[in-house]
């Protein structure tokens, strides 16, 4: 198993952070992981992207031109990364930041509208684990608890508190998500 993963938004959106969550689960899980972050000197408001790979074998290079997996989570990103998923690949968007529908139809495209999920749940910050849940619902690539350890991991210990909220967050996207 090996899953090349781009995931890009504006920062501010948890970009970062669900890569680093995802790439510590990997890691629960005895995978070999990469991490690679890359976001402008704007952070909040500018882009941001992180490529993670998680894999059964040694990962040759984390450097990528093609992705299995795009999640795009604004314009300029859908822009950017449609065409670079493989075909057969998958493109998983959120529908509130993406003016412009996907124009492939040789990839799988799933929609989770995790912007009104997480303002219905009174939490904008659980948006990207909503997105998260989304992923592991169409690709369960790690268990569920090896997502909330990444959590730990990767949280700091004044904010473990928020662990169950963000549990119920994850839930949420999996049960959100559709295929276009």
């Known amino acids: ?7 890009a938004g504006f920062g501010g959106q948890g970009v970062l952070s669900m890569g680093k969550i995802l790439a510590y689960s990997g890691l629960m899980e005895g995978k070999e992981v990469t991490w690679m972050p890359s976001y402008g000197p704007e952070q909040r408001g500018g882009t941001a992207n992180v490529t993670v790979i998680l894999s059964d074998q040694p990962i040759s290079s984390p450097i990528l031109n093609e992705y299995d997996i795009a999640i795009v ?11 670079k998923v493989k075909p057969g690949g998958i493109l998983i968007y959120d529908g509130y930041g993406i003016h412009n529908p996907v124009k492939r139809n040789d990839i799988n495209v799933y929609r989770v509208d995790a912007m ?16 998260l849940g989304g992923l ?13 350890l990444g959590l730990k991991k990767s949280l700091p210990e004044r ?5 169950p909220m963000n549990e119920a967050a ?6 959100i998500i559709r295929k276009v």
Do not use: C, W, Y
Request: overall charge neutral.
């Open 1 to 7: 198993m090996k899953q090349e993963i781009i995931i």
């Open 73 to 83: 989570l604004n314009q300029p990103s859908m822009d950017k990364f449609e065409s």
């Open 116 to 131: 009104d999920a997480a303002t219905e749940m009174k939490n904008e910050k659980a948006f990207n684990m909503i997105i």
């Open 136 to 148: 592991l619902k169409v690709v369960p690539m790690v268990q569920l608890e090896n997502v909330l």
């Open 159 to 163: 904010h473990h508190k928020l662990i």
């Open 170 to 175: 994850i839930r949420k996207g999996m049960e």
